[in-house]
């Protein structure tokens, strides 16, 4: 388990050692009062993948910005204890205690959420999947907007090839959830039905409520 949390662990003592020798580079011993507050943190940690203040510049990676709070922790517990299997995740979540995971979705709950800058795919493709998730029924659990409530996750924005991946671990079940509801509806579209859903809701707005 220490295997594989070395990755996030090392990013952090190369960025922690940086700072330091600019410091010593500049002639100044001690970190800013700043700085002193706000290095180390795990949201530091988090930002590695997900970005500064929960919003991924990279597609594969989920925002974690206006994600609902009930839904960050529920999935944070699941990454401990196995029930949601990711080599990273897993062993970084099993080192939060409750208060720390309520911590941390209150924090990335409170971030706005910012549109997605990338292209997702040609207008067809936004068209097909626009329809299929309507067919689908997406909105009733995860809102009008695709924006998230409760415990059920923010789509509207989210990078297109973590949506699709997950939309594929559904459907062929490494990723499950209580209700069933997800498999069921993830396998009954072919890979390319599922690219269209990604594609369509990593186009949508999510400041758009």
């Given at each position: 388990m220490r295997r594989l949390v070395l990755p996030a662990l090392a990013a952090l003592a190369l960025a922690t050692g940086a700072m330091a020798q600019g410091r010593l580079q500049t002639g100044q011993t001690t970190p800013p009062a700043g700085e002193q507050l706000a290095w180390p943190s795990k949201v530091d940690s988090c930002a590695f993948c997900h970005g500064d203040k929960g919003q991924s510049v990279n597609p594969r990676y989920p925002n974690l910005a206006a994600l609902p709070a009930a839904y960050i922790e529920t999935q944070l517990r699941a990454f401990a204890s196995g029930a949601r299997r990711n080599p990273n995740m897993g062993p970084l979540a099993l080192q939060l205690g409750e208060p720390e995971i309520a911590e941390l979705a209150?924090?990335?709950?409170?971030?706005?959420?910012?549109?997605n800058p990338y292209a997702p795919g040609p207008k067809a493709m936004l068209t097909q999947g626009r329809k299929l998730a309507q067919a689908g029924g997406c909105a009733a659990c995860h809102g009008e907007a695709y924006?998230?409530?409760q415990a059920f996750p923010r789509l509207a924005g989210q990078g297109v090839d973590y949506l699709a991946s997950q939309l594929d671990a559904f459907?062929?079940?490494?990723?499950t959830e209580p209700s069933g509801m997800m498999k069921m509806l993830a396998s009954a579209r072919t890979p390319a039905e599922r690219q269209a859903i990604a594609a369509?809701?990593?186009?949508l707005d999510p400041a758009h409520r």
């Open positions: 209150a924090y990335y709950a409170q971030q706005p959420a910012r549109p924006t998230g409530m459907a062929d079940g490494t990723r369509y809701l990593a186009s």
